[in-house]
């Protein structure tokens, strides 16, 4: 692909995560924002409009759901998401917290499907968002089980980005910390991305020892003591090892 070829999707994209992130805008304001020419935004949203991935009323365009299929459709392919089965419903209806599943992509830990348990708090968590690896337990218990140079590499590629005054942002840190994750077979963070929440999680691994995501479990610092830490432990620990077993039958 030539280097236009690279910038005109690159700009595309630009223009596409600009209306996802603001819920839509015109021409002008979009211009504006990305300080582009109005006459380019233009051009790009009519070729959007065509693919049917941007719509527009009343000159306020907007994204479609054609993002939701696409996304929907690779969630369904993914392994793990079918592996995983009805353990996160299962673990909400146990611990009534709010259960997620996630995976590493392009640097990131990304939420694949979510379950909420009746005591949940909402952390307008959705299919699809993400997060910093250090940030979030399942992100370092992903990490945990990467090859350390290639841990490495996402440090150098995306920085530890402080959340909370608790995000680890030292490396040597970060790194003493992924061997403890390892040992005890589970991750914890206080407080590290969201103020105030106690996150839990544990790898799924596959037969091979390969890191295939990780599930977790969220709730707020005030009814997750040192016991309960330990129950929802054991709980995503249980839940990842049935995971992990029932990937050598999809």
Known sequence: MTGTANRSVERAFRIVDELAENGGGRVSELADRLEMPVSTVHNYLQALVETGY????????????????VGHRQRHRLEVFQAVSDELQDIAAETGEHVTLLVEENDQCVIVAVQEGPDAVNLFAYPGARMPL?????GKAILAHMPEDRVQGIIDRQGLVEMTNRTITDPNALFEQLA???????????GERIAGMVCISAPVLDKSDEIRGAICVCGPQSRIDEKRREEIADIVKRSANVTQVNLDYV
């Open 54 to 69: 941007v719509t527009v009323e009343d000159k306020e365009y907007s994204t479609t759901t054609r993002f939701l299929e």
């Open 134 to 138: 250090h940030a979030a337990a399942p």
């Open 180 to 190: 403890e994750i390892r040992e005890q077979g589970y991750a914890i963070d206080e």
